[in-house]
């Protein structure tokens, strides 16, 4: 299975909920790693079996794109292009309160 980044979270016994990110190729390994992680904190307290809930929240991989502000100028400018490319610049064009002549955002 593939690895997710997970934020777990659990209440202890004196009702403190603790978070903790933790890796994992599924649900239950994500609960096993925060109990791990959490129970390895001095702040944290006893945490109860039973029918105490543990949250996982599993996290997409954030990806990061750069964009040099002339590349965004051109490409803004630039006519033609498929009609995906066009309705894209037209609906960023709007975004930005330009019309379809416009140069600089």
Known sequence: MNLRSCRVTVSDLQ??????????SSVY???ARGLIAIRNQEWAGDI???LN????AVNTVPVLHSVRMQD????????????REVT????VRGVLGLNKDATRP
């Open 29 to 31: 390994e994500a609960v």
């Open 88 to 91: 894209q610049r037209n609906q």
């Open 15 to 24: 009702g403190v909920r603790h978070t903790v990110e933790v890796t994992a």
């Open 72 to 83: 965004f100028r051109k490409w803004l400018t630039r006519a033609g292009g498929t009609p």
């Open 53 to 56: 809930t543990m949250d996982v």
């Open 48 to 50: 109860a079996d039973g």
